[in-house]
């Protein structure tokens, strides 16, 4: 049976309204003195992977201190501006209601994110959302390059088989990264994918949404494997 539940954040769980990238640039001038002109590819990729790519856009150098100051940087702008991400962001539609019965349940649920932890708390903080979780076995930007990567990190610290693990998100980057890390994959159709393209990159099944509480909950149930 399923005895964990991993989620993804960004167009899973909630969306920032377009603070977010505001909130990126911001950070990301505060740690290179470089005014942001054009950001790498956000979609599926983790915090570590666009801030590298980002800089070869403006031909900095990367390195590992960069990414250690832009991920407190990014922490501290997302405390600072909380309020804000509140009034313009919202949790999607019926997250919190998901979350609170999973958790009436007892499951255990984490989050998987290429978010840097700091963004990630404050991010569900502002919704409500973070009761419900055992953020210090959540997999973060910090803790890799690629999901797959984030997805054993959380599995090792929840001391979850993967065969008895669903990972929620919205991207073909994260049902790639279920595959290969042996979670099911249920994919939420909430994001810039479509639910067609979500079933044709391999999800173990498909969700328009969070909405309906009842089938969200039987769908996560039925997918660990035996």
Same mark, same amino acid.
């Not at 099911?184 to 328009?208: I, P």
């Given at each position: 049976?399923?005895?964990?539940?991993?989620?993804?954040?960004? *167009?899973?769980?909630?969306?920032?309204?377009?603070?977010?990238?505001?909130?990126?640039? $911001?950070?990301? /001038?505060?740690?290179?003195?470089?005014?942001?002109?054009? $950001?790498?590819?956000?979609?599926?990729?983790? /915090?570590?992977?666009?801030?590298?790519?980002?800089?070869?856009?403006?031909?900095?150098?990367?390195?590992?201190?960069?990414?250690?100051?832009?991920?407190?940087?990014?922490?501290?702008?997302?405390?600072? @501006?909380?309020? /804000?991400?509140?009034?313009?962001? *919202?949790?999607?539609?019926?997250?919190?209601?998901?979350?609170?019965?999973?958790?009436? $349940?007892?499951? @255990? $649920?984490?989050? =998987?994110?290429?978010?840097? @932890?700091?963004?990630?708390?404050?991010?569900?903080?502002?919704?409500?959302? %973070?009761?419900?979780?055992?953020?210090?076995?959540?997999?973060?930007?910090?803790?890799?390059? /690629?999901?797959?990567?984030?997805?054993?990190?959380?599995?090792?610290?929840?001391?979850?088989?993967?065969?008895?693990?669903?990972?929620?998100?919205?991207?073909?980057? %994260?049902?790639?990264?279920?595959?290969?890390?042996? =979670?099911?994959?249920?994919?939420?159709?909430?994001?810039?994918?479509?639910?067609?393209?979500? @079933?044709?990159?391999?999800?173990?099944?498909?969700?328009?949404?969070?909405?309906?509480?009842? *089938?969200?909950?039987?769908?996560?149930?039925?997918?660990?494997?035996?």
């Amino acid at each position: 049976m399923t005895e964990l539940v991993l989620w993804d954040i960004d *167009h899973t769980l909630m969306a920032t309204g377009g603070l977010g990238r505001e909130l990126w640039a $911001q950070a990301f /001038e505060e740690v290179t003195g470089v005014e942001l002109r054009e $950001q790498a590819s956000v979609t599926g990729s983790t /915090e570590r992977v666009i801030l590298r790519e980002t800089a070869r856009l403006h031909d900095l150098p990367y390195s590992d201190e960069l990414f250690e100051s832009f991920a407190s940087a990014l922490g501290g702008l997302h405390v600072r @501006r909380a309020a /804000e991400l509140r009034e313009r962001g *919202h949790a999607l539609p019926g997250a919190a209601a998901v979350l609170a019965r999973l958790a009436k $349940q007892g499951m @255990r $649920q984490t989050v =998987v994110t290429g978010n840097v @932890r700091g963004a990630a708390e404050v991010k569900l903080a502002v919704f409500g959302l %973070d009761d419900y979780m055992r953020l210090d076995e959540g997999a973060y930007g910090e803790d890799g390059e /690629e999901r797959p990567e984030l997805l054993r990190a959380a599995l090792a610290r929840s001391s979850i088989r993967a065969e008895a693990a669903v990972f929620l998100g919205d991207t073909p980057a %994260d049902v790639a990264a279920g595959l290969e890390a042996g =979670v099911r994959l249920v994919a939420v159709a909430t994001g810039k994918t479509s639910a067609a393209e979500l @079933r044709g990159a391999g999800a173990d099944a498909v969700l328009e949404d969070l909405a309906d509480t009842d *089938h969200v909950i039987t769908v996560i149930r039925s997918m660990a494997r035996t």
